[in-house]
């Protein structure tokens, strides 16, 4: 697994969210004075809706903590975390909404299929395990990192740095999953309910010769309304057998993928600005490859060092996909090329409006907007309109974290 000295520490900002600064605070600690709780179970317990639960980051707290209410806890010292050996479980209550901010080591998980949505927020923690699947979970992780395995249904994952990430089917709902600016080992998606958008993440497969995709769609919302969008992600695979720094051709699969899709049905799917690249060789495998011939998928502007680009999309449009290798950062996936090689339409062009760069550091997204320097702010969610018109009621919301 990639070693990283990213500090995951930082003071949570919401701005226009629903999380209240009103609530009482309650503490948590070993001192022993009055208003104070030894354990976290038991000021969750003491807790109403609305709380901000503030725990003490000297020691371990050794427990199973189970949250059914609308509560906040939070690191009780800035720029520290709070350690707990133990799972926490968030109950199904339809309407709660759970912040765990400035956490260690501890796993997260649902309770079941809930009754109606439950928001779960996961900010600036250190993380053993996420585990939300259930049904009526709505999961935001911004800023973590999760040393073993990530399960969501339904949320946005965002600035965080993670081992292996599954999105698994929901029934209920057909909001858009965003997967941005991460980095991720080994990530599978199967969601035929959800659209999604996956910009701007580095995706760092390091496989064998009996595993060979970086990135694996089994399953996408193929109906009309909505857009599957992948864009301006850097994926790197190595499907080849490697002993002892050898790279030994005659085991590398040739039909390695980047980005693999089952289906047919490309109507909404969108894969623009990405760079794919083959570690060891060009001689192998394919950048994106479909299960079976797929029509009307829009493919543009993808750089690519492999065999081959694509397989099963001959019957979908293909525009500007450009064989190249670029060199790259091992911790961002920032290349050291494709600056301005990207589509060049409104919404996939850089925040300072210039067309569009070939990677994670390219486009609306990118990367270096979600991994700021300490003393800078980062917005991890800017829900706003690419177009105003005159007479028009706009909303803008915008959620933000301070590195201390």
């Known amino acids: 697994m990639k070693t990283t000295n990213k500090t995951m520490k930082a003071l949570l900002i919401m701005l226009l969210v629903s999380l209240t600064t009103m609530g009482t605070d309650l503490q948590v600690n070993s001192s022993g004075m009055a208003n104070t709780y030894l354990t ?42 709070f350690t707990i050996s133990g799972y926490f479980t968030i109950g199904q209550s339809s309407g709660i909404e759970v912040s765990i901010i400035g956490m260690n080591n501890g796993n997260v998980q649902s309770d079941g299929h809930a009754s109606g949505k439950v928001k779960v927020n996961l900010v600036s923690s250190l993380l053993s395990s996420v585990d939300f699947s259930h049904n009526n979970y709505e999961v935001s992780i911004y800023d973590c990192e999760v040393y073993n395995n990530t399960t969501i249904r339904n949320g946005q994952i965002k600035g965080c740095i993670l081992n292996d990430l599954d999105i698994t089917n929901e029934t209920s ?31 760092d497969k ?36 490697i002993y002892n720094n050898y790279w030994n051709s005659s085991y590398a699969n040739s039909s390695s993928v980047g980005l693999q899709i089952n289906g047919s049905i ?48 001959s019957t979908s449009t293909l525009l500007d996909n450009v064989s190249a290798n670029y060199s790259y950062n091992a911790n961002t996936g920032i290349l050291s090329g494709g600056s301005g090689l990207g589509l060049d339409m409104l919404e996939y062009r850089n925040i300072d409006n210039t067309v569009n760069d070939i990677g994670t550091n390219g486009g609306p997204h990118a990367w270096s907007n979600y991994h700021t320097t300490t003393g800078k702010a980062a917005i991890f969610d800017l829900d706003l309109p690419f177009q105003l018109f005159i007479g028009g009621t706009h909303s803008i919301k915008a959620k933000a974290i301070h590195k201390n």
Do not use: P
């Open 40 to 81: 976290i179970q038991s000021a969750v317990d003491a807790a109403s809706s609305g709380d901000n639960i503030y725990v003490a980051t000297v020691g371990t707290y050794s427990e199973n903590v189970s949250v059914n209410k609308t509560v906040n806890i939070i690191a009780a010292v800035a720029d520290e975390l």
């Open 173 to 203: 709902t057909t909001d858009t999953i965003k997967i941005m600016a991460n980095y991720i080992i080994d990530f599978d998606y199967s969601s035929s309910t959800h659209y999604f958008e996956i910009c701007n993440n580095f995706i």
């Open 206 to 241: 390091n496989g064998s010769w009996d595993s060979d995709h970086a990135i694996y769609i089994s399953a996408y919302n193929t109906s009309a309304g909505g857009t599957n969008l992948i864009a301006n992600n850097t994926i790197l695979y190595r499907m080849d057998y």
């Open 266 to 313: 490309g109507i909404n799917l969108v894969i623009v600005n990405n760079f794919i690249k083959n570690q060891y060789s060009s001689s192998y495998g394919y950048a994106v490859r479909s299960s079976s011939s797929m029509s009307n998928a829009y493919l543009a502007n993808n750089h690519y060092y492999c065999s081959t680009f694509s397989r099963n999309l």
